[in-house]
């Protein structure tokens, strides 16, 4: 115990030392104890001396000048033929001694596109079978039901029922691709001979529906001929007819681009933002019309990355008179050297999910150019019987 207060009283004792060596009047420092001294000065140089300056010359004068404005490449013609539908015979009736037998072909207008049953009636009255191996569906009415007329003449008694067509959107998708019809069918049967059944043409109520393209700034959206090659001339189509649609953008002075369409919208209007809508293309480039309505339309495989087609079967909006719509599609550019991943893909719905240049996982970043361009008004028409 001794030990330790006397090692703490000689640390005291040398602290206090220190504190009268430096505070203490009339203190001389040790004389061997040399102060740091200072840097020495180090004078700037002038690598201009006398104040002048050297000026530059050039042996030829300069001759650069801004590039000028691009331009927009002319439109090749190529030969083209707007296709014109056929009047379809897809109704018959079979007029029986008490009843009526209507059978409808399931590809109603001759376009390709099957009609559902559930849309179909005969008066107030279901169809009642379904004729698989005839592609047919079967509607029965007894002459006094499903809310028939009779109509009395001199010579025949005349039974006549409608056959109604009123096509639902399919899925989610406020969009229907055949058209509203209403088919009269008759029965004569003679007032003095027996009973006996007489073809009837079935006469259509028919439905347009107009789009138009138009090039906005560098990016662009253009309608196509069926074999891809030219800008199509004409801006009318009937529904059962494919879209096809060009989405480029122009190169001029850039690095190499690739071209996507983020989303695409369907409308009544020019305004995107109006009802109804029908937005096709969504979630960074997937076009989902194909697996909503059980349609065709998909991106094509790529053949030029600066360039995207895609095909999309015609529609119209359900229950709407207007015959006019407008696509709205959103086009985003990134260089060719950025990824095609999530948020940068053209993805199509082919008995799964499939990307355009083969990057199918992308379907389950680096944008600098970007923008909106509309297409619309064109007609789509409908086959006329």
């Known amino acids: 115990m001794v030990m330790k207060c006397t090692a703490l009283c000689l640390v005291a004792l040398a602290l206090l030392g220190s504190l009268c060596d430096a505070q203490w009047p009339g203190y001389t420092s040790d004389p061997n104890i040399q102060k740091p001294r200072p840097p020495p000065r180090q004078e700037s140089k002038n690598p201009f001396p006398d104040n002048q300056q050297s000026k530059q010359t050039f042996q030829k004068p300069l001759t650069w000048e801004y590039p000028e404005d691009p331009k927009p490449d002319p439109k090749p013609e190529g030969p083209f033929e707007l296709r014109h539908p056929v009047p379809a015979a897809t109704v018959s009736v079979e007029c029986r001694e008490r009843d009526a037998k209507v059978a409808v072909k399931k590809d109603m207008f001759g376009i390709g596109q099957f009609i ?10 279901a ?54 019809a209403a088919v009269i069918v008759e029965c004569h049967y003679p007032r003095k001979h027996n009973v006996s059944s007489l073809p009837l043409d079935p006469h259509w109520i028919p439905f347009s529906a107009v789009k138009v393209a138009e090039e906005f700034l560098y990016f662009t959206l253009k309608l196509m001929t069926d074999d891809w090659k030219f800008e199509r001339p004409s801006y009318q189509y009937y529904l059962g007819d494919m879209i096809r649609i060009e989405a480029a953008v122009k190169q001029y002075y850039h690095v190499p681009l690739r071209v996507y369409v983020t989303h695409c919208t369907a409308t009544l209007a020019p305004d995107v933002n109006s009802n109804p809508k029908y937005m096709f293309i969504q979630n960074h480039g997937c076009l989902i019309d194909a697996r909503v309505t059980g349609s065709d339309s998909r991106f094509m495989a790529r053949s030029e990355e600066n360039k995207l087609q895609f095909q999309l079967e015609a529609f119209r909006f ?27 893909r053209a993805c199509s719905f082919i008995s799964g999910w499939k990307e355009a240049s083969g990057i199918d996982p992308a379907c389950d970043s680096f944008v600098e150019w970007e923008g909106d361009v509309t297409l619309g008004p064109i007609p789509i028409m409908e086959a006329a019987a």
């Open 127 to 180: 169809v009642a079978a379904d004729d698989v191996a005839n592609q047919e569906f079967i509607l029965m009415a007894e002459l006094h039901d499903c809310d028939s007329s009779v109509m009395m003449t001199e010579d025949f008694i005349i039974y006549s029922f409608t056959v109604n067509y009123d096509p639902r959107p399919v899925g989610t998708a406020p969009v229907v691709r055949t058209s509203k």
């Open 318 to 344: 359900h229950e709407v008179d207007s015959g006019m719509i407008y696509i709205t599609c959103h086009l985003k550019a990134t260089s060719t050297a950025c990824p095609i991943d999530a948020e940068h």
């Open 116 to 125: 559902s049953g559930s849309d179909l009636t005969l008066g107030r009255c």
